[in-house]
């Protein structure tokens, strides 16, 4: 597709985003969460929040069971410990040989040499796609975020690349988005991006576009942060409302409020 | 005793929860909770709203002093891992030789072999009271819930078992509750059957009669999720709504809101 | 400093705690927690609130990569298990060769000899300053918390002790400060003090007198309490409100309600 005017690319986002909620409640698609313990509740939240139903555990022995019933997996970085970084490994054999889609979200890569290199490992396992900052795609990718270099690494590692921020940018390589919504109050809340990152691991579960997926999760996300935005009085109040805002989230708010460009 | 109409069981209920809540308020007993680590906060939060005093180590040096001096303990079988299991073992060797309660969270063992068979062992330690849903029920007992054979899986364990849902029944093999409180909010929030649990085993270090202090607790945590319901505006300020309604429950709220029947 | 009136004593612990607070906002501290898992959460949240930028990983891998580029480290003995031990003793490495501050919080060790063994152990690694409650005081001093003993405990470990509770005192040995703000819900929320001490590592890494640093961050949360009180309708909302409220505490509100007394 190209888009050529904001408003059309709006709408169409809109549409994408309007589509994966409903089916979101619809089909309420289970997504285990490889997470941080930072994370875990808040991200359990929000998915239930969606319409999914999220599970979590870590356990070597369980991880199987859960992953072969799954329906997507989320692959995030915080907090890891041993137990931790062989449960993924269970969990991404389980999950690539069903072929479910995965996300990875390699959150503080920039912190931590040990984990850029086990982030890097985890790229060639084939994510489905990858959500990060700026500071963590350039830690990864060797590059600040452009359009160029965010499609590059979509290309590179045959994966929809989202790099949020000031704007939200979505690559499959070929297609790209920059949303335009979301509050600043969402990073003043431990564990948004993380959740933000589960959001698009429901979304990969029930639209098989993965591009279309990762937009319209991001997107929805951000338009929910902006209706948070409206009743919260700081950042504690705006946690809770985020997941009250996303779970009442309606075509009709989508449509009025997504600022979005696509192009490819 | 047999409660013959519906008036007469609320009514019973009802000053089992009051009374279980006001000793709660007035006795603070510890809970020592070996709890998943989704759940460890929110689980908390809802004992200190009620009047309880939870801790949550899982290591095994620590856990022989943490259960010696707790009143009741609630082993929940989220997120397990190694050292969890591990603790678990130690903590049930400290409590079933002290004589003091616990309750058994067999949370999602339908999702997992491994998980089930731990269930399985753990339900030969002498658990005092089990909580459930009806998929886990379905899991465990290889039946679907229904008055007998609830009461007959009571009957087996030893244990009253309160199998949770749309309707929550209870039964100690002799006697049975139906109790027909709580929102469809409670199932968009993660712990909330974890916290029902807590609240569950708080209830049995201070109410001997496990069949009154189970009844109670289930009771008394759907009468504050109807509560919370008449102020939430989504499942986020829905989860925060519970924890102040518990909190302020009396019983005057209980006396009418409880629809109960009791029999046996 | 000799205060001599408490009108005097207020305005300059709020004159603190103003500095602290801007400091934080204006140059974003990072503060790693090796936390509990029941608290870490929350204290993101808290933390985040104030300007600074929480970190929380175990992992022995990493725990250097994340140490190195901290401004502070926070040690909270809940939840601990074998790799949290570890990370631990890797990270006091890190954080005392570098010269960084840390903070040590004892949390529930009068429930467990291990733990009261553990803490021991870690005073010996000079902590910066140590946050505890009355009962913790007493299991690690062997003494009831007076101003005598926990100047005593202070000169004796070479840090700022603040034991909290109806009134919190703070020593480093010469100096003291009695504050007394803060709500009674504050002991009613999981965490509260595990983010007060988290908060306590922030303001040490923007002042370098750590008897300011303390004596800040304590009345600023007991502050922000009181603020949250105003608005909330159990223990529930308060804790969210304490957030929000932290989030926008300003040198008004700080003037208009600390309570304390200076001497030394």
Redesign the interface.
């Known amino acids: 597709v190209i888009v050529d005017t904001a408003a059309k690319a709006a709408a169409q986002t809109a549409e994408y985003a309007g589509e994966v909620l409903a089916r979101l409640r619809k089909r309420a698609p289970r997504v285990h969460c490889l997470t941080?313990?930072?994370?875990?509740?808040?991200t359990?939240?929000m998915l239930?929040?969606a319409g999914a139903v999220?599970?979590?555990?870590?356990?070597p022995?369980?991880i199987?069971?859960?992953v072969g019933?799954a329906d997507a997996v989320l692959i995030n970085l915080?907090?890891?410990?041993?137990?931790r970084r062989a449960a993924i490994a269970i969990a991404l054999d389980a999950v690539n040989s069903a072929g479910k889609p995965w996300v990875l979200d390699p959150v503080?890569v920039e912190?931590?040499?040990?984990?850029a290199g086990f982030a890097a490992e985890l790229l060639h396992r084939m994510p489905r796609a990858v959500r990060l900052n700026t500071g963590e795609f350039a830690a990864l990718s060797g590059n600040d975020p452009t359009d160029d270099s965010i499609a590059g690494f979509a290309v590179t590692h045959g994966a929809v690349v989202a790099v949020t921020g000031q704007g939200d940018r979505v690559s499959d390589g070929r297609r790209r988005a920059l949303i335009e919504n979301g509050d600043p109050a969402m990073?003043?809340?431990?564990?948004m991006g993380c959740a933000g990152s589960a959001l698009t691991a429901a979304a990969l579960a029930v639209e098989v576009d993965p591009f279309v997926a990762v937009t319209a999760a991001i997107a929805a996300f951000g338009v929910a942060g902006e209706v948070a935005a409206l009743?919260?009085?700081?950042?504690?109040?705006f946690?809770?409302?985020?997941?009250?805002?996303l779970?009442?989230l309606d075509r009709a708010t989508l449509a009025a409020r997504i600022k979005a460009s696509l192009a490819g």
């Open positions: 941080n313990t930072v994370a875990q509740a808040y359990a939240n239930l929040a999220p599970s979590m555990t870590v356990s022995e369980e199987g069971g859960f019933s915080g907090t890891l410990d041993t137990e503080m912190r931590s040499a040990s984990r990073a003043l809340v431990t564990a009743s919260a009085r700081g950042p504690g109040s946690a809770i409302a985020m997941i009250d805002a779970h009442h």
